[in-house]
């Protein structure tokens, strides 16, 4: 059976740093990413990596202050942010595709999500 599971969330003040960890269990993926859902918007892919490929994708809005990574060893990924600021507000959310040839980018593409944790960020 297939889990991930989420820790790392809580609440800070802007210009803070926070890493968010993603254990999966139950089998390997070639996509790990993070999304994240704001109260009132859609869900919003923040970061991927394709280790198949060696890709990875950034959202504009994150671009500079977030970092994702993999231990392939661990089975887990990591969002590590930094410089939050308060829109970075939201339920954060691991997610898994089996998809390899390229770097899904839709919720559609993942078959597999953790259970969110909360990032708050204060002004």
């Known amino acids: 059976q297939v889990q991930l599971v989420e820790s790392g969330g809580g609440l800070v003040q802007a210009g803070a740093s926070l890493r968010l960890s993603c254990a999966a269990s139950?089998?390997?993926?070639?996509?790990m990413s993070w999304f994240r859902q704001a109260p009132g918007k859609g869900r919003e892919l923040v970061a991927a990596n394709n280790w198949s490929g060696g890709t990875t994708y950034y959202a504009d809005s994150v671009k500079g202050r977030f970092t994702i990574s993999r231990d392939n060893a661990k089975n887990t990924v990591y969002l590590q942010m930094n410089s939050l600021k308060p829109e970075d507000t939201a339920v954060y959310y691991c997610a898994a595709s089996r998809i390899q040839a390229t770097l899904p980018r839709t919720t559609y593409e993942y078959a597999y999500w953790g259970q969110g944790t909360q990032v708050t960020v204060s002004s």
């Open positions: 139950g089998r390997t993926f070639a996509t």
